[in-house]
């Protein structure tokens, strides 16, 4: 099993959402998070003052996913999220040792 955690714009995050479900997966847990990459921030004027916002409005998705599922997840999220403007985002693949299901009790890919 494998996690793929995902920094996405938060506009995206329903494109990415129907791309995911078209690939077959079944649940995702998503995350209103702030920061920054290459982009270091903006400048923005308020008031006549400028000021940097140094972090960024960013959604983070997490799925965990079967090994013979990640490349489809990878490339829907890819694929979905794509604006081809800096601060698209990026994707991270994680190995996931164990799941349990707290409700059943079922392990590994079951619990998934």
Same mark, same amino acid.
């Given at each position: 099993m494998k996690k793929v955690e995902a920094i996405i714009k938060p506009f995206k995050? +329903?494109? /990415?959402?129907e791309a995911l479900t078209t690939v077959g997966v079944q649940g995702i847990t998503v995350s209103e998070v702030k920061g920054y990459g290459r982009q270091k921030g903006h400048s923005e004027l308020y008031r006549g003052a400028e000021y940097v /916002?140094?972090?960024l409005p960013k959604i983070k998705l997490e799925v965990v996913v079967p090994d013979a599922l990640v490349s489809d997840v990878v490339k829907a999220i890819q694929e979905a999220a794509h604006s081809?403007? /800096?601060g698209d985002g990026k994707i991270f693949v994680l190995p996931v040792d164990e799941a349990v299901r707290i409700r059943t009790g +079922?392990?590994?890919e079951d619990a998934i």
């Open positions: 995050l +329903e494109e /990415v959402k /916002v140094d972090f081809g403007r /800096v +079922e392990t590994g």
